[in-house]
């Protein structure tokens, strides 16, 4: 088993880390055949939301794979040894299945049964498709992936009343205000997670919702959508001026929402109280806003302590989720296991029955008088004497072989080597 999977996530790094290792639209390309060169590996899926980036990696040599990601990865984000240690993870073969499986099932999220993470891993997939940066080992690992989350999505309740890092975002502006009616929400950013808050506050009615961003065709289209209003993303500042509520979540690199400018805002507000959610990794409003009298902001691992917060009354249920993952990386490794052990049992089965064959030819022609009945008991005799021998050594190459890295490789060897099985025989 050669997938490599290694990353950070919202449990082991804080924000402004995950900050540095974070890719915008237009930088997956050149940030996949980095990580490939970095791994030393054939195939790679890069995973980056706003709660983790990670790459998934086939490698022929999955340790030295693991050990190069974590280290650049490291050197990426700026991270001491010591910081890697603690943030950085590397996994492989049925660990990084495991791990996987877990964040396409919704498990690793933030907000756990949230449905945005399956549609990103299944972008991130069309993505390494489209650069060719696919192959069997990823093309296997993902569609049962896949798969694992149908499955948890269909055969529990995870899903019942979904959520996501936007509700969550709606309903802690919903908790400080008590209520949202009357209220002005500014949307900046018309992509998908702004649009997601967006239809969670238009669902809520009663209020004011605007929605800028910098195309402004985009904007107005979102807005169409919502029965909002869109406004042009130049006059930010004095749409700040109007807004009880913010949500912002664009794919900028820099600080669109800088403290400089919520100074002057929330003085021409005369200090009305502004909250602001950025959900947006990199983060779209400079940190030293919260320091602003009366300007509540609060970012993606704010968000994360409330989500958590949540998790008690779903834990059962996470139980049987669990469950079902277990139930499928099982299931993989032994399709796995039978995938990568086939070429070494066809090869065996191969040699050892052209010796058998070779054997009855030989015995029947000092039989000549023997009846076509009789050379096929022999040849039938043969056949079955093979497979009784090579039953037990199959059943064992199957059990062993590849999926764990351990016990497979060492015993595939010895057979190679007993019956002086070749490379060619074995393709």
Do not use: W
């Not at 400080?176 to 009616?181: D, E, Q």
């Not at 200090?271 to 602003?292: K, M, N, S």
């Not at 299931?331 to 040699?351: C, S």
Request: proline share 3%.
């Amino acid at each position: 088993m050669d997938l490599v999977v290694a990353g950070m996530n919202h449990r082991t790094a804080p924000l402004d880390t995950r900050e540095k290792l974070s890719c915008v639209p237009g930088e997956e390309r050149a940030l996949t055949k980095e990580m490939i060169e970095a791994a030393g590996a054939a195939e790679c899926v890069v995973v980056s939301t706003c709660n983790r980036f990670e790459a998934y990696v086939a490698a022929a040599d999955p340790a030295s794979a693991a050990k190069n990601l974590e280290r650049h990865l490291c050197a990426r984000a700026g991270l001491s040894p010591a910081e890697g240690a603690a943030q950085v993870y590397a996994k492989r073969g049925v660990d990084a299945v495991r791990h996987l499986f877990r964040v396409a099932s919704s498990l690793d999220s933030m907000v756990v049964g949230e449905a945005q993470i399956l549609g990103q891993l299944k972008e991130a997939y069309t993505r390494a498709s489209e650069y060719h940066t696919n192959g069997k080992t990823v093309d296997r690992v993902f569609h049962a992936a896949f798969r694992a989350a149908k499955r948890v999505r269909t055969e529990t309740s995870i899903a019942e009343n979904p959520v996501s890092i936007s509700h969550v975002a709606v309903d802690l502006a919903e908790s400080i205000f008590s209520s949202l009616r009357g209220r002005n929400v500014l949307v900046v950013g018309a992509g998908k997670m702004g649009e997601l808050a967006a239809r969670r506050f238009a669902t809520k009615g009663g209020m004011k919702l605007v929605v800028t961003n910098r195309t402004a065709e985009k904007a107005a289209e979102t807005a169409a959508r919502l029965g909002a209003q869109s406004a042009p993303f130049d006059r930010l500042e004095s749409l700040l001026c109007d807004a009880d509520v913010v949500i912002s979540s664009t794919a900028a690199k820099g600080y669109v929402v800088t403290a400089s400018m919520l100074q002057g805002v929330i003085r021409r507000r005369h200090y009305r109280p502004l909250f602001l959610v950025d959900i947006a990794v990199p983060r779209d409003i400079e940190p030293a806003a919260g320091r602003i009298e009366n300007v509540y902001l609060y970012d993606v691992d704010d968000l994360q302590k409330v989500a958590d917060s949540n998790l008690g009354a779903r834990s059962a249920e996470i139980a049987r989720c669990e469950a079902v993952v277990g139930e499928e990386v099982g299931a993989f490794v032994r399709r796995a296991q039978e995938i990568e052990a086939a070429p070494l049992i066809v090869a065996l089965r191969d040699t050892v029955s052209r010796i058998a064959a070779a054997e009855v030819e030989k015995a029947l022609a000092g039989l000549p008088g023997a009846d076509e009945k009789s050379r096929d008991a022999l040849r039938a005799l043969a056949h079955g004497i093979v497979n009784k021998v090579l039953h037990r050594p199959t059943v064992a190459i199957k059990e062993e072989y590849g999926a764990d890295g351990t016990a497979g490789p060492e015993l595939a060897e010895a057979v190679e080597k007993l019956f002086g099985l070749s490379d060619e025989q074995k393709r």
